[in-house]
Nanobody, 117 residues
Framework: QVQLVESGGGLVQAGGSLRLSCAAS????????RGWYRQAPGKQRELVAS???????NYADFVKGRFTISRDSAKNTVYLQMNSLKPEDTAVYYC???????????WGQGTQVTVSA
């Protein structure tokens, strides 16, 4: 079983930055993409960014130019650098491995990001 542990969230003012980390432990499939998701209150969880095993990133339009995803495959860790944060970025952020129509692992506890105006 794989455990996903997200960290790095917090309270920040609009325009500020945060760096999220997600460490995976257990029987982790290493040659896979990794992704960051978020879920705001009353909304569905959405994919924010993903990165292939070879390091090619892909971003949702609403974070392009502001967020950067990266990974350290040796550490089974993926990062999300978030700059120019906006109040609408407020959500619980999760990581997982995206699959067609779903994700590979059980969700972790997520990390709360709150951006004040």
């Amino acid at each position: 079983q794989v455990q996903l542990v997200e960290s790095g969230g917090g309270l920040v003012q609009a325009g500020g930055s945060l760096r999220l980390s997600c460490a995976a432990s257990g029987s982790v499939a290493t040659i896979t993409a990794r992704g960051w998701y978020r879920q705001a209150p009353g909304k569905q969880r959405e994919l924010v960014a993903s990165i292939t095993y070879s390091g090619s990133p892909n971003y949702a339009d609403f974070v392009k130019g502001r967020f950067t995803i990266s990974r350290d495959s040796a550490k089974n860790t993926v990062y999300l650098q978030m700059n120019s944060l906006k109040p609408e970025d407020t959500a619980v952020y999760y990581c997982n491995t995206p699959l067609a129509g779903g994700v590979l692992y059980h969700w972790g506890q997520g990390t709360q990001v709150t951006v004040s105006a």
